[in-house]
């Protein structure tokens, strides 16, 4: 199995140092004929090479059977005509990732702003919508034709909103509550959540097993905080889902343990939900949870389901005590203890 680890920027380098750590112990207890190559992107890159994820980079990606991408400080970038583009949304769009799976998952032992349990997995359109990084074929989605006025194209189609409806329906079926929630402004965005809604909704026929209903976003923000055990799978569009699985990950016990994996038809990228957390960066504090976690869902895609389940299942352990926990959950360790700790469960099992 060929992975690439992109460490990326902030945190980054110390939460891929730690998914590394962890994707050695599997590998001596699994012996999956793990290859692992990092490489620079980010700031890194961009010293080195000009660019802040060289062409190189992207070829290998596609070379790889799957990715392991670190955060990015991409808001701190130079312009793109000075090398600062986005790694993730460049990748999103080379690698068509069109589905970007975000579970919140509650544990028991973690604390957590509401007392209610979270289990839940948003699916969420990757490519369209307002993402002006990706969402046009050519030029940006957004654009100011004077000064002190811009405007911003929403971009929504029948084709990415039907494949995102499966993709939530598919994942539905594996889950024991069989539950999928549209969340969309259909009230007032009307062409494009309408396209949105409609596909989602023939989607849903041809699952008459699957228990199907809609939201409007503002009132499934409100139903999130009140009541997040409603929640099963909820599909929806690019910033929306942004936007949700921070707060279902944030009532969950926190982002540093948000993972996901994004999805194409051909390729699969692990990336942790959070952003690059530069006020943390290089003190050994951050959570590797996220990435952890990410690498966990990328092994299981691979079909290596004992694998992800024993990062998973050391992840629970670790977590379930105050003493073997990193110190946004209120623990003691550092990033490389915790990540050493997992690595020892693993190996162990
Ligand atoms: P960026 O500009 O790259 O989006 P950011 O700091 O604005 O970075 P996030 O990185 O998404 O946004 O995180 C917000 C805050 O949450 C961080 O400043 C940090 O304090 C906390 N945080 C995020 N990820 C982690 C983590 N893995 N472990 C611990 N704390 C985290």
């Known amino acids: 199995m060929k992975l690439l680890l992109l460490p990326g920027d902030g945190i980054g380098p110390e939460i891929a140092a730690a998914t590394e750590t962890v994707l050695r112990a ?8 793990l290859s692992l190559t990092r490489r620079d992107i980010g700031f890194a890159a961009l010293e080195a090479e000009g660019t802040t994820i060289p062409d190189a980079v992207i070829a290998e990606a596609r070379g790889a059977d799957g990715v392991v991408l670190g955060p990015v400080s991409h808001n701190a970038y130079p312009p793109v005509s000075a090398g600062g ?3 993730s949304g460049v990748l999103r769009r080379e690698l068509e990732l069109y589905a970007n799976i975000r579970p919140a998952l509650s544990r028991p032992a973690v604390p957590r702003p509401v007392s209610a349990e979270v289990d839940l ?9 307002f993402y002006a990084d990706r969402n046009m074929h ?19 189609t029948a084709r990415a909103s039907r494949r995102i409806a499966e993709a ?5 079926e594996t889950r024991p509550r069989r539950r999928v929630t549209a969340i969309h402004k259909a009230n007032v965005m009307r062409l494009t959540d309408g396209i949105f809604l409609a596909e989602v909704r023939a989607v849903a026929a ?14 499934a923000a409100a139903h999130l905080v009140r009541h997040p055990g409603r929640f099963d799978v909820i599909v929806t569009t690019n910033m929306f889902g942004d936007i949700l699985s921070d707060l279902a990950s944030e009532l969950s016990g926190g982002l540093g343990l948000a993972a996901s994996l994004n999805l194409g038809p051909s390729y699969a990228v692990a990336q942790a939900q959070h952003g690059s957390a530069p006020d943390i960066a290089g003190q050994d504090r951050a959570n590797p949870v996220s990435l952890i976690g990410s690498a966990a ?8 389901g004992a694998a992800a389940a024993s990062v998973e299942a050391a992840i629970d352990a670790a977590l379930s005590s105050p003493e073997t926990r ?7 360790l550092g990033t490389r203890a915790f990540a050493d700790h997992l690595a020892t469960l693993i190996v162990e099992s």
């Open 138 to 156: 050519e030029g940006g989605g957004e654009f100011a034709p004077e000064p002190g006025v811009g405007l911003a194209f929403r971009k929504v």
């Open 206 to 219: 041809a699952h008459p097993g699957i228990d199907y209903d809609e939201l409007l976003v503002d009132a």
């Open 297 to 304: 869902m990328l092994l299981r895609h691979l079909g290596a």
């Open 85 to 87: 583009r986005n790694p």
């Open 121 to 129: 997995v948003v699916v969420r359109e990757n490519l369209e919508g």
């Open 326 to 332: 990193t110190r946004d959950l209120g623990g003691a």
């Open 168 to 172: 939530a329906f598919a994942l539905a």
């Open 26 to 33: 599997v590998e001596a207890r699994y012996g999956l004929g």
